[in-house]
């Protein structure tokens, strides 16, 4: 069993690293070679551009760090998290759970790595109907974040863990009569 959990949690910091490095290499490719913060927009397709904007807040842009104080809380504030993710993630038994979490650690890796360095995360991603868009510009970590609270709410409200007896014990509610 020991061997499992070790294994599982050796499987989930490798994908967070994996999740922290492309990001990384996707935000160096898009702000370097292709130089889009230069050219603000390019066109890839119909309902998805490569657009640069530079987001000073954190999840759907709130909390602006107008300040370079506010800038440093949030990157304080955003690595707790992080070192509490990782935790989580340290004493969960369930691949589920870990994969949810190291998820949601590598993208906040990701983005922090950005506050700290330049005092905003890049944004490229940018989806779109026409002009409607149904999410604010992102990037590969704030995917990455995304997919993982939506794996920890799924599993959360649908998925029952084995080892947890129900009310009424392990066999289930009795049904004998008397």
Do not use: C
Not at 139 to 153: E, F, P, Q, T
Not at 157 to 171: E, I, K, L, M, N
């Amino acid at each position: 069993m020991r061997t499992v959990l070790t294994r599982n949690r050796i499987i989930g910091l490798s994908i967070a690293l994996g999740i922290f490095v492309v990001d990384q290499l996707v935000k160096w490719y898009v702000s370097g070679p292709l130089a889009l913060q230069e050219r603000g927009v390019i066109d890839v397709l119909p309902f998805f551009d490569l657009r640069w904007v530079e987001n000073h807040g954190v999840s759907l842009g709130m909390l602006q760090a107008t300040s370079d104080t506010m800038r440093w809380v949030l990157v304080v504030v955003t690595f707790l998290i992080a070192v509490g993710v990782t935790i989580w993630m340290m004493r969960e038994h369930v691949m589920g759970e870990i994969l949810g979490l190291a998820l949601i650690l590598g993208g906040a890796l990701g983005n922090i790595r950005d506050r700290f360095l330049f005092g905003y995360v890049i944004d490229y991603a940018d989806f779109h109907i026409g002009e409607w868009r149904p999410f604010l510009v992102f990037n590969i970590a704030d995917a990455a974040i995304s997919v993982g609270v939506v794996i920890i709410l799924l599993r959360a409200f649908f998925v029952r863990d084995a080892r947890t007896p129900s009310p009424a014990g392990p066999a289930g509610p009795d049904r004998t009569t008397t």
